[in-house]
C-alpha cells in the first residue's frame, strides 16, 4: 500500500481540504485495512465513520427511490380507482336515465298510483270514481239546511272539471 509518510502528508491535505476524490478514497482504504500503524489508529475511527456514513446515505436513498416509486405507485393506484369510479357512476346514471324515460313523449298525461294515461275519458272517469268514493252526501253534515242551491253549484263545478278533462 502507500507508506506511511504519504499518508501522513494525504491527512494534512485532507484536514487542510486540499485533497482530490481519489485522495480521499486512498486514505479510506488505508484506515479500513487491519495494517493502520500505531500514531494513525486515532484516525481509524474517523475514516470509519464517514464510511459508515456514506453507507447510510446510500441506503438512505435506495430507500428514498423505493419508497418515492412506491408512493408514486399508490397514487397511480388512487387515480386509477377514482377514474374507474367515475365512470362506473356516469354508467350507472346513464344507464337509469335511459330506462326511466317516459313513454310519454309530449301531450297531456296523468299519473295515477304510479301509471301513466294519456286517455283523457279513463282520466276522467278514475277521477268521478275516487270523488264519488270520498264525497258525502251534505244532507249528512247539515241535515236541516235546504241544498238545493248548492247542489246546482255543486253539479256546474263537476261540468266543468268534465270540460277540462276533455280539452
Do not use: W
Amino acid at each position: 500500500m502507500s507508506s506511511q509518510k504519504t499518508i501522513h502528508e494525504l491527512i494534512e491535505k485532507y484536514f487542510e481540504g486540499e485533497t482530490s476524490a481519489s485522495e480521499e478514497l486512498q486514505l479510506r482504504q488505508y484506515f479500513r485495512s487491519q495494517e493502520v500503524s500505531g500514531d494513525l489508529k486515532l484516525y481509524k475511527s474517523l475514516f470509519a465513520y464517514i464510511d459508515e456514513e456514506a453507507e447510510l446515505r446510500n441506503v438512505a436513498k435506495q430507500a428514498d427511490s423505493k419508497q418515492s416509486f412506491s408512493v408514486k405507485r399508490k397514487i397511480l393506484y388512487i387515480t386509477t380507482a377514482a377514474a374507474a369510479c367515475v365512470a362506473i357512476l356516469l354508467s350507472i346514471n346513464f344507464f337509469n336515465q335511459s330506462q326511466q324515460l317516459s313513454p310519454i313523449s309530449g301531450g297531456s298525461f296523468a299519473i295515477i298510483n304510479g301509471q301513466y294515461y294519456t286517455n283523457a275519458q279513463l282520466v276522467k272517469s278514475i277521477a268521478f270514481e275516487a270523488l264519488k268514493n270520498v264525497a258525502v252526501p251534505t244532507t249528512e253534515y247539515f241535515p236541516d239546511k235546504d241544498f238545493d242551491a248548492q247542489k246546482e253549484i255543486m253539479h256546474e263545478q263537476l261540468r266543468e272539471l268534465s270540460n277540462i278533462f276533455t280539452e
